[in-house]
Each structure stands twice: as structure tokens, then as C-alpha cells.
């Protein structure tokens, strides 16, 4: 653990950055490396999964070719991540936190859905829940989320569950932000 907060850097910008290692291999599904681009996903199924490709790949800290999104909401997340010019950097699923069950004599991993750094010093970490996992979280749930705000807690951050009334409040900024920012999305592009 301490191993961990070590690689936590400041990059040059000042902005506390999260570290950047291999994605934790136990935690992929197999069927997911082998998928297709997320334009060919069959979105006739009841989820929505793929890879975003970001329009400020500079913004992302981890690997910006390997960003999974697991749901739609995730995807909209992600968007107002990257388009949203406060958002000095962010990451999905790049810290691992240790946490514990009863019962279980081993330590688990989780990995938060999303770190969020604000430019004026701000880190947020973010989960991405229907409103009923929110309401009535599971045992498993219960236990990550208390060692994310732990782990929050002790650096200062701030923990927040998101579900679809946040991701509905977010999708109309992630639409303005591409129309706004479409003429700096163009000269990147050229």
C-alpha cells in the first residue's frame, strides 16, 4: 500500500496525478480485450460497453488507447471528463484500493470508475451505480465504498456515487462542450 501512495507523482503542471501502471489483469474479461471497436458493439443488447477515445488524450492519466467504458453512463462520464475545461485531468479505473470483507481472509482490490482533478486543487472519486445499487448497496458494495472514503478521507478527496439522475444532469454540458470546443476539436484534428 505505501508502495502505492508513493507512485502518486506531481506532474508538471502541478496537478496531482494518479499512477500510471498496467491495468490489473483480474480485473478485465477475457471476451472484453477481444471486442470489437465501440462503434461495431451491438447496441440492440441491454448494455453498452467499449473503448472512448479521448478528445484530450493529454488530460488522461493512465493509458488514453485503453480507456474501457462498461455502461452508457460511464461513456457520458467520461465525456464530460474530457470536454469539461475545469477538469484539469482524470482517470478511470487506474487506482487500486485494498479493501476487506467478513469472511473473506484476503485483501480485494477496487477500482473506482473515476478520478477527477479539478484546477483548483479539488480531487474527486467517483462511482457510477443505478439508483437502486445507490439506495440498497450490496454487502460487497458497502464494503468498497467504505474504504474509498477512507482512502478519500485521509487525502483530503471527496467520495460521490453518481447514478442516472447525475449522468442526465451531465449530458447536456458534455452537448454544449462539443459545440463550444468543436473549433479547438478541428485544429487537433488538422
Same mark, same amino acid.
Not at 131 to 153: G, L
Given at each position: 500500500?505505501?508502495?502505492?501512495?508513493?507512485?502518486?507523482?506531481?506532474?508538471?503542471?502541478?496537478?496531482?496525478?494518479?499512477?500510471?501502471?498496467?491495468?490489473?489483469?483480474?480485473?478485465?474479461?477475457?471476451?472484453?480485450?477481444?471486442?470489437?471497436?465501440?462503434?461495431?458493439?451491438?447496441?440492440?443488447?441491454?448494455?453498452?460497453?467499449?473503448?472512448?477515445? +479521448?478528445?484530450?488524450?493529454?488530460?488522461?492519466?493512465?493509458?488514453?488507447?485503453?480507456?474501457?467504458?462498461?455502461?452508457?453512463?460511464?461513456?457520458?462520464?467520461?465525456?464530460? %471528463?474530457?470536454?469539461?475545461?475545469?477538469?484539469?485531468?482524470?482517470?478511470?479505473?487506474?487506482?487500486?484500493?485494498?479493501?476487506?470483507?467478513?469472511?473473506?481472509?484476503?485483501?480485494?482490490?477496487?477500482?473506482?470508475?473515476?478520478?477527477?482533478?479539478?484546477?483548483?486543487?479539488?480531487?474527486?472519486?467517483?462511482?457510477?451505480?443505478?439508483?437502486?445499487?445507490?439506495?440498497?448497496?450490496?454487502?460487497?458494495?458497502? %464494503?468498497?465504498?467504505?474504504?474509498?472514503?477512507?482512502? %478519500?478521507?485521509?487525502?483530503?478527496?471527496?467520495?460521490?456515487?453518481?447514478?442516472?439522475?447525475?449522468?442526465?444532469?451531465?449530458? +447536456?454540458?458534455?452537448?454544449?462542450?462539443?459545440?463550444?470546443?468543436?473549433?479547438?476539436?478541428?485544429?487537433?484534428?488538422?
Amino acid at each position: 500500500m505505501i508502495f502505492r501512495l508513493l507512485r502518486l507523482l506531481l506532474s508538471d503542471s502541478n496537478v496531482f496525478a494518479a499512477a500510471v501502471k498496467p491495468k490489473h489483469p483480474a480485473r478485465r474479461s477475457p471476451s472484453l480485450s477481444q471486442q470489437p471497436p465501440p462503434s461495431a458493439i451491438d447496441e440492440s443488447k441491454n448494455y453498452y460497453q467499449g473503448y472512448y477515445a +479521448p478528445k484530450f488524450p493529454e488530460k488522461y492519466r493512465g493509458d488514453p488507447d485503453d480507456i474501457v467504458f462498461r455502461s452508457s453512463w460511464e461513456k457520458i462520464a467520461f465525456q464530460w %471528463c474530457d470536454l469539461n475545461p475545469r477538469v484539469v485531468a482524470w482517470a478511470s479505473e487506474e487506482l487500486d484500493i485494498e479493501y476487506f470483507m467478513k469472511g473473506v481472509p484476503y485483501p480485494r482490490s477496487y477500482f473506482p470508475d473515476l478520478l477527477i482533478y479539478f484546477g483548483r486543487g479539488e480531487t474527486m472519486m467517483i462511482e457510477i451505480k443505478p439508483a437502486e445499487q445507490k439506495q440498497n448497496p450490496d454487502y460487497e458494495n458497502r %464494503c468498497k465504498w467504505a474504504a474509498a472514503r477512507a482512502y %478519500c478521507r485521509d487525502r483530503g478527496w471527496s467520495f460521490r456515487i453518481w447514478d442516472e439522475k447525475t449522468i442526465d444532469i451531465l449530458r +447536456p454540458k458534455v452537448k454544449y462542450w462539443y459545440k463550444a470546443r468543436s473549433s479547438e476539436l478541428k485544429i487537433r484534428k488538422g
